[in-house]
């Protein structure tokens, strides 16, 4: 963001007509915000996310609050067909005509819901998405964003402090604090994940305050008297935004992969708390006899993981003005009539750029 | 420069010791030794715990264990190693973890090789072909390989890759539905990944689907999955293409020098096929068979193919010399695989492996008897289900990796200086993208190492391999301090060796960086 492009002249130079002409008037929000929405693997994973979330919440409750699906993930019940899924697909898709029954994802060997269960374990998965990634954001944030402001010893001793952490796999030291903090329950785990995963955010949010605090509006509000804590929150942090938003973002996709493989290996959530990880740890052997078992939890995980590095894809793009869109074909053509004036477009572009 | 690198070393260190001391810490926290006698019902119950707290020093205050720990650690700077050891049966830890560390070297090491491969290939053409299908399909792919879960993944890939492989190995017939399908989707990959026009494509798309096709005609009728081999008319074959293809992206086909000197070197490795039948015997009866005699070959292989291709002469006899010797590599490969696959026969047939050649468990066949040849198959049959999987994390990120910095290589200005010299596009994205696109990764590899160790401790325990990863998860769970910091200590160990390797490499690769230390 801090290396503005010289205009090339001719498609450059086009491009940037029809950039601009997208962008005039409107403030930095309302061109993040339409660029992301104008992303449609973002929009398709945000609608995904939403859609898998009202579901797993709603159907079987959550905080106290009852939810609408009949059954509950604990109660063993008959085992009724096998425990076969009763869920079917349309006949023109070759299933016996579409229906949902009784237990749409099947039942396991004592019955018990796997619908339900699979929307505790969602639930579970999320709940520990959002603490993880909250805790690292304001974590590393502050790590990084005083690393790179006060710079000299102080940053050499954080830096330091973060390799310690990088020096392991995740897995390794979220195994050993899960096996301390997983006992404790869900949201206990969630914590000491969000102590180990801030690291990358850190390093990132640290190289953009090394640069930003050379910049001129830094420099004016230490003239203007504002103390460091003031400039950090109110000046610089916003900037950095970008960056935070869509690392986070990343990190919460990664986030849900680590604790269903921690759930998996033991070292996470403990019966009989549901994660999608234990289902699959519980359910693997059985793969022969009850795919059904296997099958939901892993999709599950691949939902939500994928919808969100979606939106991160989404929020990178829209945040990044580096990373342009290519217009049509048609759009470069209306845009050529503008050519002539792109060169004062791009002119006005690159001061745009030095304000923010 | 040499003082750049002992500072970095040091800090290394320093973060090592540190780091263990702290994990030492966590790990006393995180383990409860005593978790079984605590439920006991034993009516020795007091004096059982009595004496495991004296056996294993818990009432020791934490930093004093450590500081004993960390006495007998540091002896393995001087071959004195004393680990600790495993409480429940009393072996030493360093017995324990000869084999679990070369096991787990050997999957993240074909995995790292594997995935660097195939991961900068695909990114490359993918940046080359940006915004087209095939560039989105591969965005696509690398952020579902991103949020697969590793372990769930490798249980499906036991089934569907290993026991239904096998079932089909067993009676190996492909249906034409099939046939058709794969050709049409190879057509697909390839005409995507060359782009052009639709014309062109449809071409390329014809082209590769037909190939594909007789050659799946091919297996079929000769039943080619029930005997697999390879054999002299098709070694001479791909010997020959490979010889074309690594002399296309060298130095192109006008350099014909290179191109003699490729062929050449195709020619004396199918020459060479037959002598080296009998060199094997000659080798296996003289007991010097084994992994050391044929990396010597490969070397040798490498030398003498350089020096052919430096023969060739000319004013550019080293990139002769170059092409040459890269074209060793795959040449060499391919008499190696048909070597090994002249065994898979009596590898298949053996007593315990009764025609299930892909394994699920454990990383090599207990109670196997067999030559070299026979053991090494073992080993890559064993390989191939965890290296696959453990592709598939990194897979992603070095197709990602590379396609980023390929994109922003081929907006430099040096790139279109080199295309308005006429230069051909194969040299301008060859040897002025390219190698310039490599250079970030070499900050990489590290990490995606770390990465992979992780991943390993997920694939082992799926696959039951007895890899360090494993005797991690077991120790961790039988609440075992001192394997739990054997692994610690050895993972970090690997993780800042393979740091300064980095470093060091892109000293070498970067000048700039030469000036700034």
Redesign the interface.
């Known amino acids: 963001m801090s290396t503005p492009l010289e205009p090339t002249g001719g498609i450059d130079t086009l491009e940037n007509a029809i950039e601009l002409k997208d962008v005039e008037g409107l403030s930095q929000g309302q061109i993040v915000r339409r660029r992301f929405f104008r992303h449609r693997?973002a929009l398709v994973g945000l609608l995904t996310l939403v859609a898998v979330s009202v579901l797993a919440y709603s159907s079987i409750g959550a905080f106290g609050i009852p939810g609408w699906w009949k059954f509950d993930y604990r109660t063993p019940a008959d085992v009724v067909n096998g425990g076969a899924p009763t869920m079917s697909l349309p006949t023109w898709l070759g299933g016996s005509g579409l229906a949902i029954g009784d237990h749409p994802f099947g039942q396991d060997e004592i019955g018990r819901d796997i619908f339900a269960r699979t929307m505790k374990g969602t639930q579970t998965s999320i709940n520990v998405m959002v603490i993880i990634s909250v805790l690292a954001a304001f974590i590393g944030m502050t790590v990084g964003a005083i690393a790179g402001f006060y710079r000299g010893w102080v940053d050499q001793a954080l830096m330091?402090f973060t390799?310690?952490f990088?020096?392991?796999?995740?897995?390794?030291?979220g195994?050993?604090?899960g096996?301390?903090a997983g006992s404790a329950g869900a949201f206990w785990l969630a914590v000491a994940l969000g102590c180990i995963t801030w690291t990358t955010l850190a390093r990132l949010v640290r190289g953009e305050f090394l640069t930003l605090r050379e910049r001129e509006f830094v420099d004016a509000a230490k003239v203007a008297g504002a103390s460091s804590f003031r400039i950090i929150r109110k000046h610089m942090i916003p900037n950095a935004m970008g960056v935070i938003i869509v690392n986070t973002t990343l990190l919460a996709?990664v986030a849900v992969?680590l604790e269903?493989?921690l759930s998996?290996?033991?070292?996470g959530i403990q019966t009989p708390d549901v994660s999608l990880?234990t289902m699959?740890?519980e359910y693997?052997s059985a793969?022969?006899t009850r795919p059904w078992l296997?099958w939901w939890?892993?999709l599950f995980?691949?939902l939500i993981?994928?919808s969100v590095?979606?939106i991160g894809?989404g929020l990178r793009d829209a945040f990044d003005p580096r990373q342009k869109r290519?217009p049509s074909g048609r759009k470069m053509a209306r845009a050529a009539a503008l050519a002539d004036a792109g060169a004062d477009y791009a002119a006005s572009r690159d001061e745009n750029r030095d304000e923010r | 420069m040499v003082v750049f690198f002992v500072k970095r070393l040091l800090?290394s260190l320093l973060?090592?010791l540190?780091?263990t001391l702290?994990?030492y810490v966590?790990?006393d926290?995180?383990?409860d030794p005593l978790l079984d006698l605590r439920t006991s019902t034993a009516p020795n119950k007091a004096q059982q715990i009595a004496n495991r707290t004296a056996e294993l020093r818990l009432d020791d205050p934490v930093i004093s264990r450590y500081l004993s720990w960390l006495k007998g650690a540091s002896g393995c700077v001087y071959g004195n190693c004393d680990l600790g050891e495993n409480w429940l049966t009393h072996q030493q830890v360093t017995s324990l973890l000869g084999g679990a560390v070369l096991t787990t070297i050997q999957l993240v090491g074909a995995a790292t090789f594997l995935a660097i491969l195939l991961g900068v290939m695909v990114g490359v053409v993918s940046a080359l072909r940006q915004?087209t299908g095939f560039d989105y399909s591969i965005t696509?792919l690398s952020?579902?390989l991103?949020?697969?879960?590793?372990?769930?993944v490798a249980?499906?890939a036991k089934?569907f890759l290993a026991i239904r492989f096998n079932d089909f190995l067993a009676d190996p017939h492909i249906s034409v539905g099939a046939m058709a399908l794969i050709s049409g989707v190879v057509g697909l990959i390839v005409s995507a990944a060359l782009a052009g026009t639709a014309v062109k494509r449809l071409r390329n798309f014809a082209v590769a689907a037909v190939v594909v096709a007789l050659l799946l005609i091919y297996a079929e009728v000769t039943q080619w999955f029930a005997d697999p081999s390879i054999g002299i008319a098709l070694i001479a074959l791909t010997s020959v293409g490979w010889a074309f293809v690594v002399t296309i992206l060298s130095t192109g086909l006008r350099n014909r020098r290179a191109l003699y000197s490729a062929l050449s070197v195709a020619a004396l490795g199918i020459a060479l096929w037959l002598p080296l039948l009998y060199f094997w015997i000659y080798a296996e009866d003289a007991g010097i068979l084994g992994w050391p005699l044929v990396i010597a070959l490969f070397v040798i292989a490498l030398a003498v193919s350089a020096g052919i291709g430096f023969a060739w002469g000319g004013p550019d006899r080293t990139r002769s010399a170059r092409t040459a010797a890269l074209t060793a590599i795959p040449v060499s490969a391919t008499l190696f695989v048909d070597r090994l696959m002249q065994s898979w026969g009596s590898y298949n047939s053996n007593i315990a492996i009764k025609d299930r050649p892909i394994a699920t468990l454990g990383s090599s066949t207990p109670n196997l008897e067999g030559d070299f040849w026979i053991q090494t198959i073992d080993t890559f049959a064993h390989l191939a289900l965890p290296t696959a999987t453990l592709i598939l994390i990194s897979f992603a990120s070095y197709t990602r990796y590379s396609r980023a910095s390929m994109l922003e290589v081929m907006n430099q200005d040096y790139i279109r200086t080199a295309r308005s010299k006429g230069l051909t596009e194969r040299t301008v994205v060859m040897r002025h993208a390219f190698r310039n696109a490599l250079l970030p990764l070499a900050s990489i590899v590290p990490i995606d190492i770390?990465?992979l160790?992780?991943?390993a401790?997920?694939t082992e325990?799926v696959f039951g391999w007895f890899g360090m990863g494993r005797l991690?998860?077991v120790s961790?769970?039988n609440n075992q301090q001192d394997p739990?910091m054997a692994?610690?200590v050895i993972?970090?160990i690997l993780?800042?060796a393979a740091n300064f390797v980095a470093d060091l490499i892109y000293a070498v690769l970067d000048p700039r960086i030469r000036v700034a230390a």
Request: net charge negative; charged share 5%.
């Open positions: 693997g330091r390799d310690l990088i020096t392991f796999p995740v897995i390794v030291i195994a050993v604090l096996n301390l996709a992969l269903t493989a998996y290996l033991g070292f990880g699959i740890s693997q793969f022969a296997f939890p892993g995980i691949i993981a994928l590095n979606f894809d290519i | 800090t973060v090592v540190v780091s702290i994990m966590l790990v926290l995180s383990i915004y696509f952020f579902l991103y949020s697969l879960p590793v372990f769930w249980v499906l089934v770390i990465t160790l992780g991943g401790v997920l325990t991690f998860v961790l769970g739990v692994y610690i993972v970090g993780a800042v």
